[in-house]
């Protein structure tokens, strides 16, 4: 059990994100524990913070359920999680967007979507009063577009890269996320005198982003 054995408990989402996470909340002097050993899950002492490194599709899940007191996510993610979290700060990195994407030789009607975002897919089909299958996938999305196993498929597209590198065409932008500074609900109001200023220094840091 983690409860009461931090001052507080940050949650991060492995992998790109997690340096533009890190270094938000240290620039706005939160004593982050030094990163020692990158086979760790949690960083940190007793007593001090705690960094907890998760897929970023668990982040809204650990500090809605008060796990984690707070922690950075994409709003693509937040979206989809339909967690009740208090979003306080938009830090404006780790900007991306979710595209419908197809391979350039498929030109008949989307039946089966795949994706990692299977309730924003939904939300988008109702929204156009469209009907298609969604097929849930846990990564490297673009492959089901390139191999046939879908139609289309409903992804992050960052640097367009991948899209690139596979071969696949963009054909349109669902939504613009950027990465998002989170709150458990009841952590705000117990941890109100460290998180109150916390969000004050992100807010105007945020500002001050080129
Ligand atoms: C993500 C996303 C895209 C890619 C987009 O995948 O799913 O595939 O990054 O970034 P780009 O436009 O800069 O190439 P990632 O490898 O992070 O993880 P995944 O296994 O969940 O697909
Ligand atoms: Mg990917």
Known sequence: MIRGRFTLVVALPKGRNFADGYNALAGAGLALPTLENERALLHGQEGGVAILELRNHDVPTYVDLGIADV????????????????????????????????HPQATG?????????????????????????????????????????ADAVVDVVQ????????????????????????????????KRDLLRPLIERLRANAHTLP
Not at 110 to 128: D, S
Not at 171 to 187: K, M
């Open 71 to 102: 922690g950075v996510v994409g709003n693509d993610v937040l979206l989809e999680s339909g967690r009740d979290v208090y979003e306080p700060v938009d830090l404006g990195t780790g900007a991306c967007r979710l595209s419908l994407i197809r």
């Open 109 to 149: 009607p989307i039946r089966r979507i795949a994706t990692k975002y299977p309730r924003f897919t939904a939300q988008v089909l109702r929204e156009r009063g469209l009907a298609a299958d969604i097929i849930e996938l846990a990564g490297n999305v673009e492959l089901a577009a390139l191999t046939g196993l």
């Open 159 to 190: 640097t367009g890269a991948t899209l690139r590198a596979a071969g696949l065409v963009e054909l349109e932008v669902l939504a613009h996320s950027t990465a998002r500074f989170i709150v458990n609900r009841q952590s705000l109001k117990l």
